[in-house]
């Protein structure tokens, strides 16, 4: 069983800031890659920030690249996601997501968390 347990959502006005952090846990042999998508009401889920374990190689939508900063904690399977200058159009549900394998002789498996509300106010 793996859950990854969201928090740092709420209401901000734009051009202010928010901290997301994503923490990981259960039957974990290795993670591949963390990070977060988000869906707006009425839009498709989509990619906002991804980052690998090993490398820190990240990816960043292009509408966030300047703004938002992702951050891990190998040890501690933990991914942030560091949201400044924000816009109204970043309102959205963020989804924590992680490729992960549970069992050394298993396949890699994507989860999904909960989910937490962003809004931004203009």
């Known amino acids: 069983q793996v859950q990854l347990v969201e928090s740092g959502g709420g209401l901000v006005q734009a051009g202010g800031s928010l901290r997301l952090s994503c923490a990981a846990s259960?039957?974990?042999?290795?993670?591949?890659?963390m990070g977060w998508y988000r869906q707006a009401p009425g839009k498709q889920r989509e990619l906002v920030a991804t980052?690998?374990?090993?490398?820190?190689?990240?990816n960043y939508a292009d509408s966030v690249k300047g703004r938002f900063t992702i951050s891990k904690d190998n040890a501690k399977n933990t991914v942030w996601l560091d949201m400044n200058n924000l816009e109204p159009e970043d309102t959205a549900v963020y989804y924590c997501?992680?490729?992960?394998?549970?069992?050394?002789?298993?396949?890699?498996?994507?989860?999904w968390g909960q989910g937490t509300q962003v809004t931004v106010s203009s």
């Open positions: 997501n992680s490729v992960l394998r549970t069992q050394m002789w298993s396949y890699d498996a994507s989860y």
């Open positions: 259960g039957s974990i042999f290795r993670v591949n890659t």
């Open positions: 980052t690998m374990s090993s490398g820190g190689i990240a």
